[in-house]
């Protein structure tokens, strides 16, 4: 018998087969795609979970929402997508994108539903390969947040592959994959402010 640290390294970890229904303006994901706004315009500004981003932009299936966090002085914006698990009503995922305010880096964040195993991370595939894992940083009311530099290779990676899977695990040994509509990401992301 394997461990399932063995599994994940030779990528066999099984993943139940959700299917996600990809959407940018999914009701149910309201509450999630407000806090997801919220960290994508402010680091380490508890009081922005309020925020709500007005629509800028559609890029296929992303969206530029723009918002002026409490206390800053500029306009922020993020490429946002929400994903929805079409048989689990409380499983679904937020992908942020977005510079920061000083313009010297470029981040992803990603909001997870609450339950998550934290120690496992969240996994990232494109094209079926597997690309890493990124730690959880926080866990907010609404979801859990999981962040990365987004460094040349990997927004090179994301603007030209084909699929992506986001993978969350609820035990060690089971992820839930969500698939990600890249339709549309290099287009937004070359035209965030």
Do not use: Y
């Not at 470029?106 to 339950?115: E, Y």
């Amino acid at each position: 018998m394997s461990t399932p640290a063995a599994n994940d390294s030779r990528g066999l970890c099984r993943f139940s087969a959700v299917r996600a229904r990809l959407t940018t303006r999914v009701a149910a994901m309201a509450g999630v795609a407000a806090v997801a706004l919220a960290l994508a315009t402010a680091i380490n500004m508890p009081h922005a979970a309020h925020a709500q981003g007005a629509v800028r932009s559609v890029h296929g299936d992303w969206q530029i929402r723009c918002d002026t966090p409490p206390g800053a002085q500029a306009e922020q914006c993020a490429l946002i997508q929400s994903v929805v698990a079409e048989d689990r009503s409380n499983a679904g995922l937020t992908v942020i994108m977005l510079k920061t305010a000083d313009q010297k880096s470029r981040l992803m964040r990603v909001v997870a539903p609450l339950g998550v195993l934290l120690p496992s991370g969240l996994g990232l595939k494109l094209d079926n390969q597997d690309v890493g894992r990124a730690g959880f940083v926080r866990c907010l009311p609404n979801g859990c947040v999981a962040e990365v530099v987004l460094e040349d290779k990997l927004l090179g990676q994301l603007k030209t592959a084909k699929t992506a899977t986001f993978i969350i695990f609820e035990t060690p040994e089971e992820g839930i994959g969500f698939p990600l509509s890249l339709n549309g990401l290099a287009d937004g992301f070359d035209k965030l402010p």
